[in-house]
T-cell receptor, first 112, second 121 residues
Framework: KQEVTQIPAALSVPEGENLVLNCSFT??????LQWFRQDPGKGLTSLLL?????REQTSGRLNASLDKSSGRSTLYIAASQPGDSATYLC???????????FGEGTQLTVNP | ETGVTQTPRHLVMGMTNKKSLKCEQH?????MYWYKQSAKKPLELMFV???????ENNSVPSRFSPECPNSSHLFLHLHTLQPEDSALYLC????????????????????FGPGTRLTVT
């Protein structure tokens, strides 16, 4: 059974700092990996999707990498801003179908 | 806005009540999903419907009863719930679901609604 773990569970940083969120998964037979953002009381917004054949994806200040063989992904946020404060979720789609398995998330607070 | 709406946004119900959650998508998608998000736990898939047919039931207790009358609407009927069922219930949709679909991002990417915060007293 696929398990997804995110470290740290919570992170508080000053504005302007570069930071890294970590995600690991137990079964490397994945189709893709996604990073989502969730604001309090709201649904999920997809940030980046990396297909299993890719190594990384970039969108603005966000960069996500994937090392499928070691079962790891990182989300790098450059020059963090207070508006980046949210919970970041990692999810993998298994090759057996479109089922997504989620991690517990990292709650990020960027202080002005 | 993602094109997926959920009502109500907040719901408080007693253990003997019967209530329903509603999800509607305006994206022309064929697949719809119910997820449960409890405190300190990962998001859990509950049900998947594809072309109005239930294709996934993740061992969900029978006190949760899904209904999909058409590809745009998904309901979750609730009865005799327990306090531990208190959670954020999220609905999502995607163009299609399953191994046979054309495997590009537009086909399988899921769009989430804002969720219903359910409290069972």
């Amino acid at each position: 059974k696929q398990e997804v773990t995110q470290i740290p569970a919570a992170l508080s940083v000053p504005e302007g700092e570069n930071l890294v969120l970590n995600c690991s998964f137990t079964d490397s037979a994945i189709y893709n990996l996604q990073w989502f953002r969730q604001d309090p009381g709201k649904g999920l917004t997809s940030l980046l999707l990396i297909q299993s054949s890719q190594r990384e994806q970039t969108s603005g200040r966000l960069n996500a990498s994937l090392d499928k063989s070691s079962g790891r992904s990182t989300l790098y946020i450059a020059a963090s801003q207070p508006g980046d404060s949210a919970t970041y979720l990692c999810a993998v789609e298994e090759t057996s179908g479109s089922r997504l398995t989620f991690g517990e998330g990292t709650q990020l607070t960027v202080n002005p | 806005e993602t094109g997926v709406t959920q009502t109500p946004r907040h719901l408080v119900m007693g253990m003997t009540n019967k209530k329903s959650l509603k999800c509607e998508q305006h994206l022309g998608h064929n697949a719809m999903y119910w997820y449960k998000q409890s405190a300190k736990k990962p998001l859990e898939l509950m049900f998947v419907y594809n072309f109005k047919e239930q294709t996934e039931n993740n061992s969900v207790p029978s006190r949760f009863s899904p209904e999909c009358p058409n590809s745009s609407h998904l309901f979750l009927h609730l009865h005799t719930l327990q306090p531990e069922d208190s959670a954020l219930y999220l609905c999502a949709s995607s163009q299609d679901y399953g191994l046979w679909v054309r495997r590009d991002r537009e086909t399988y990417e899921q769009y989430f609604g804002p969720g219903t915060r359910l409290t069972v007293t």
